[in-house]
């Protein structure tokens, strides 16, 4: 599971700065919950489609990024 950041809300479509647990930050965008709960998000730079539950690294939403 995802760490939030205090007051981080995640909304179907919006991007968002992730920081993975290297440091890395990356820019993804959430896409929702399928029909078995699973949450998705796209990586904005590989355009790679992926389930929360397929991540095997720590990582945390540090916010929303505007203009997206």
């Known amino acids: 599971m ?8 995640v909304s179907v ?7 993975l647990c290297s440091g890395e930050r990356r ?3 959430y896409g929702g919950e399928d029909a078995r709960g699973q949450r998705w ?6 355009d790679l489609e992926f389930s ?3 991540l095997m690294y720590a ?7 505007s203009g997206d």
């Open 13 to 19: 479509g919006r991007v968002y700065e992730v920081e």
């Open 52 to 54: 929360e539950a397929s």
């Open 2 to 9: 995802p760490e939030f950041s205090a007051g981080a809300e």
């Open 27 to 29: 820019q993804w965008r």
């Open 59 to 65: 990582w945390r939403v540090l916010g929303e990024l």
């Open 41 to 46: 998000w796209r990586d904005i730079e590989s």
